[in-house]
C-alpha cells in the first residue's frame, strides 16, 4: 500500500471513530431489538432438519453427473525438490482408469489468488497447481488418477512411482525460529502494538508472571471430508463444492482458468462442517483440470488422510505472557508475543495477541507475533484463529498471577475490566462479562473451591475447579447483499450468497426474515450456498449473522419503498414513509397506528403484480471503526486426575455467555457447546504429530490424531446474558466460535487446582502430569 493510501486509510478511519452515532450503522437499534415474544429468540428446530434425516439434503459429494468419473490423488513424500521421475504407465493399465493427469499433460493454470489480497481470493497459497516437477511441501498432490469407480482410481493411485531430487528444507520449528523472522500481518494490520514501556513496568512490579506457552499443529476434521462434484459445460465450469465461500471459489477459479467470473458457478446448499478450512484447495482446482482434460464430469472426495495431506490446519505457537502487578491486582504490565510457524506462499499468523488487545486495562501494553517461516503445507484459519489458542496462554497467566496474589481468579478479572477499549480507546458497543461471571460462578458453584491446589480428593481421583475469560470480536464483512422476491400469496423468499455448514443459519434466518416481515416462519423461503445469490459472505469469523442481517435490512427497505409506491393514494399506507412502518400480520402498518394496515396480497393485488422483487446492498461496516465490538464468556469447568495414572476428565463444565440477543436459544446452545468440545479437544488431545526431520503429517487419521468422543464429553450447561447489543443488526453477535475460547485454559487452571502441576504446553496428557 503507497504513503497516500496509508494517509487516506487513517483519514477514513479517524473519521468513522468521531462521527456521531447517527451516521454509522447500528447508530439507530434495529427495530427489532424491542421485538419480545415472536420469533427472535424462540427455540425453533432446524428447518433442514427432516431433509438431512431423510437423506434428502444433497452434499458436495452425493450429485450424481451422467458420465462422471471418480478421483484420487498422489502425493509427495519430501518437504521441498523436484520430480526427478514419475512412472504412471502402470496406473494408466490399471482397470478402468481414464485419466492420469501429472505436471506433464495438465492444463495451463495460474495460482490460485490468496485470500485477503482480493475481495473474493479464496486460495490458501500462491503457488502453482502441478504446473511444474517442484515440490513445495511433503503431501502435495503430484497425480490426479481418474477412473470408472473410486475403488479402480484408489487402486490406480496407489501403482504410481516416483522419485525425488530432495533439497535442503526448513521443517524443524526449533531452526525455523533462529532463521530472521517476520513481523505478522493479519487482515492488513501489523500484529504489533505497545503502549508505554511494558518491559520496564514488568520489571518494577511488586508481584509478576513470566512464563512461556506452547501449542501444537491442529488439523481439520470436519465431520464431511473435503469434496466437490465438477463437470464443465462448453466453457461453463460448474463446481458442487464444499465450501464456506462460494462466491469467493468462483472468482478465484475463474482467475486460475482464465474465465469470466459468471463462467463459473458454484453451488454448496450444504456442508457438514468447514471451521475456516473449506475454502479453495488444490482438489477443487486439480478436479476441474482433469475433468476439463478426460472431458467428463468428476467427482474428488479426499480421504481422511488426503484432508492431512491438502488442506491446511492451525499452526504451532510459542507465547510469551507477563504481566506485571500491584498488591490489590491492578495490571501495571501486559505483554504478550510470540513466533508462530508459516510459509512463505501464504499469509496466516496466528493472531494469538487479539484477546489481549480488548480483554483487560493496564498501564502498558506490549503485544508482538512473529513469523517463522517453513517448509510445509500452509496452515489456514480454523475455529476462532488466534483467540482459541491465544487465550490458553493469556488466561492461564491471569491464573498464574491470582495464586502468587492470593486472590480469587474471578475478582482479579473483575478488578482490571476496562472502562474502554484499551488499545482503540474506542467505547465498548455492549460488554456485559462481569455479569457473565456472575451468573456462571452462581450456577457453577464457585463458592465451593477450594483454593489451595491438591486437597480436594475422592478416592484416587484429585478434583479442581478452573475458569478462565472467553473473547471473540462481533465481525462483518463488507459486500452483502439479498434480493426479496414477495408474491401476490404472502410469501417470501430470500437469496444470499451465505452458507448453511451444521449451525443453523437457514433456520434462524428464517426466523429473522418472517420477524422482520411480518410473516409466518412456513410463508418464507431462504436460500443460500449458491454463488449466482447476490452478496460477498464467507461463512467465517462468526459475521454470517451479522452479514445475512445487515443485508436482509436492506433488501426489505427496498421492499417497503416499492410496496409503499404501489400502494398508493387509496392504501391505508398513504403518505407514510419506509422508516415509519414495519412487516405485520403478512403486511405493512404504521409502528405507532397498527391499524393503518395493508396486507401484501392486498397492494400487489391492486398493483396487479404475481410478484415483486427487490435487490439491495449492507452499508460498508463502519460500525467496527466506531465502537469496540465483541462477544465475551465466562467459562467455569472441574476436572478429576487420578493420582495413578495421570488420566484427566473433565466432569463438569459451564459457559455463561454475554454475546448480545440470542435469536435461537437451541441452534445457539448447539453452538456454544460444539465449541467448548472442540476447546476440550484442544486442551487435552489433539496434536499433529509433525516429522520435524522431512515435514511429514505422521498421524492423518481417527485412529492415530484424537478428537473428543462421547465419553470425552461431560455434561456442558450453556447459559447468556441475553442483553442485545444496540449496534448490531437484532442486537446479536455470532456464536459460532466463542465457545472454544478459553476452553483450554479453564480445563488447564482446573488441572493445576486439583494437582498443583501447572501445564503450559497443551495438549494436557497425562505424561505431563507424573
Keep these: 500500500m503507497s504513503v497516500v493510501q496509508d494517509a487516506v486509510q487513517a483519514v477514513m478511519k479517524k473519521a468513522v471513530e468521531l462521527a456521531p452515532d447517527a451516521w454509522v450503522p447500528g447508530g439507530k437499534p434495529d427495530p427489532l431489538i424491542r421485538h419480545k415474544h415472536g420469533l427472535i429468540g424462540a427455540p425453533v428446530s432446524r428447518v433442514d432438519g427432516p431433509l438431512k434425516v431423510q437423506g434428502n439434503a444433497r452434499f458436495a459429494a452425493e450429485f450424481a453427473l451422467e458420465g462422471m468419473v471418480y478421483a484420487t490423488l498422489a502425493y509427495s513424500i519430501v518437504p521441498k525438490g523436484r520430480i526427478a521421475t514419475l512412472d504412471t504407465s502402470t496406473a494408466e493399465a490399471a482397470p478402468g482408469v481414464v485419466l492420469v493427469m501429472t505436471h506433464r499433460n495438465a492444463p495451463r493454470m495460474k495460482p490460485s489468488p490468496v485470500f485477503l489480497t482480493a475481495e473474493k481470493a479464496a486460495g490458501a497459497d500462491d503457488l502453482p497447481i502441478m504446473q511444474d516437477d517442484r515440490i513445495h511441501w511433503n503431501g502435495q498432490p503430484i497425480a490426479v488418477v481418474l477412473a470408472e469407480t473410486q475403488e ?25 525460529k533462529a532463521l530472521p523472522r517476520q513481523p ?50 462448453g466453457d461453463e465450469l460448474i463446481v458442487h463444492d464444499a465450501s464456506q465461500g462460494v462466491v469467493h471459489t468462483a472468482w478465484s477459479l475463474a482467475q486460475v482458468f482464465g474465465l469470466e467470473e459468471d463462467r463459473v458457478h458454484v453451488t454448496s446448499p450444504y456442508v457438514g462442517g468447514a471451521f475456516g478450512g473449506k475454502c479453495l484447495w488444490q482438489h477443487q482446482v486439480l478436479a476441474a483440470a482433469a475433468s476439463r482434460l478426460a472431458g467428463r464430469p ?41 513466533v508462530v510457524a508459516m510459509t512463505k506462499h501464504n499469509n496466516m499468523p496466528e493472531p494469538f495477541i487479539l484477546p489481549a488487545q480488548c480483554v483487560y486495562a493496564a498501564g502498558s501494553f506490549k503485544l508482538r507475533v512473529e513469523v517463522a517461516h517453513m517448509d510445509m503445507l500452509a496452515n489456514t484459519f ?35 475490566e476496562p472502562e474502554k477499549d484499551p488499545i482503540s480507546g474506542m467505547p465498548f458497543s455492549s460488554r456485559h462479562i462481569v455479569e457473565a461471571y456472575r451468573l456462571g460462578a452462581e450456577h457453577f458453584g464457585w463458592s465451593k473451591r477450594n483454593a489451595r491446589p491438591g486437597v480436594r480428593r475422592e478416592g484416587e481421583w484429585l478434583v479442581g475447579m478452573g ?11 463488507p459486500g452483502g447483499a439479498a434480493r426479496i422476491t414477495l408474491t401476490k400469496l404472502g410469501h417470501a423468499t430470500v437469496e444470499i ?27 418464507v423461503t431462504v436460500a443460500i450456498g449458491d454463488s449466482r445469490f447476490p452478496g460477498v459472505v464467507l461463512a467465517g469469523g462468526s459475521q454470517q449473522t451479522a452479514a445475512i442481517g445487515a443485508s436482509v435490512i436492506a433488501a426489505q427497505r427496498a421492499l417497503v419503498i416499492e410496496l409503499l409506491k404501489l400502494a398508493g393514494k387509496d392504501s391505508a399506507l398513504s403518505g407514510l414513509k419506509p422508516h415509519e412502518v414495519g412487516g405485520r400480520d403478512g403486511g405493512l402498518c404504521k409502528l405507532d397506528e397498527p391499524d393503518r394496515f395493508e396486507s401484501y396480497a392486498s397492494i400487489l393485488k391492486r398493483a396487479r403484480r404475481d410478484e415483486l422483487t427487490v435487490e439491495a446492498t449492507a452499508p460498508p461496516p463502519f460500525e467496527m471503526g466506531h465502537w469496540s465490538m465483541h462477544s465475551f464468556g465466562a467459562m467455569f469447568c472441574e476436572v478429576r486426575v487420578n493420582s495413578v ?55 492423518p487419521s481417527f485412529a492415530e490424531y484424537h478428537v473428543p468422543v462421547q465419553m470425552d464429553a461431560p455434561e456442558i450447561d450453556v447459559i447468556w446474558t441475553d442483553i442485545p447489543d444496540p449496534h448490531s443488526p437484532m442486537g446479536a453477535h455470532g456464536v459460532g466460535e466463542i465457545g472454544i475460547t478459553g476452553t483450554a485454559a479453564a480445563v488447564a487452571n482446573a488441572v493445576f487446582n486439583a494437582t498443583g502441576k501447572r501445564v503450559r504446553d497443551l495438549p494436557i496428557t497425562l505424561d505431563k502430569l507424573f
Design 152 to 176: 479402480q482410481a484408489d487402486h490406480a493411485g496407489s501403482l504410481i512411482r516416483a522419485t525425488y531430487e530432495a533439497e535442503p528444507a526448513t521443517t524443524d520449528f526449533d531452526k525455523a
Design 184 to 233: 505478522g500481518v493479519f487482515f492488513g494490520e501489523p500484529l504489533e502494538t505497545e503502549i508505554n514501556d511494558a518491559e520496564a513496568a514488568l520489571a518494577t512490579a511488586p508481584y509478576k508472571v513470566d512464563e512461556t506457552y506452547t501449542t501444537p499443529r491442529h488439523n481439520h476434521n470436519a465431520m464431511e471430508p473435503h469434496a466437490a462434484t465438477v463437470t464443465w459445460k
Design 298 to 338: 468428476v467427482r474428488v472426495a479426499l480421504s481422511r488422510e488426503g484432508v492431512y495431506r491438502v488442506v491446511g490446519g492451525r499452526t504451532t505457537t510459542e507465547q510469551r505472557v507477563a504481566i506485571g502487578a500491584q498488591a490489590d491486582g491492578r495490571f501495571d504490565a501486559l505483554i504478550h508475543t510470540g
Design 382 to 416: 480454523m475455529r476462532a484463529p488466534g483467540e482459541a489458542v491465544g487465550t490458553f496462554a493469556l488466561e492461564s497467566a491471569v491464573d498464574e498471577l491470582a495464586e502468587k496474589l492470593g486472590i480469587d481468579p474471578i475478582e482479579l478479572r473483575k478488578r482490571n
Design 467 to 477: 475458569c478462565a475469560t472467553a473473547t471473540y470480536p462481533y465481525f462483518r464483512m
Design 497 to 523: 450468497s451465505a452458507h448453511e455448514m451444521g449451525m443453523g443459519t437457514a433456520t434462524v434466518q428464517t426466523q429473522v426474515t418472517a420477524e422482520r416481515l411480518g410473516l409466518a416462519m412456513d410463508q
Design 645 to 699: 495414572t495421570g488420566e484427566t476428565r473433565v466432569s463438569r463444565f459451564l459457559g455463561s455467555f454475554d454475546c448480545g440477543r440470542i435469536l435461537n436459544p437451541k441452534t445457539a446452545a448447539s453452538q456454544f457447546r460444539g465449541g467448548i468440545i472442540m476447546g476440550l479437544g484442544l486442551a487435552l488431545m489433539e496434536e499433529t504429530q509433525f516429522d520435524a526431520r522431512n515435514g511429514r503429517i505422521m498421524n
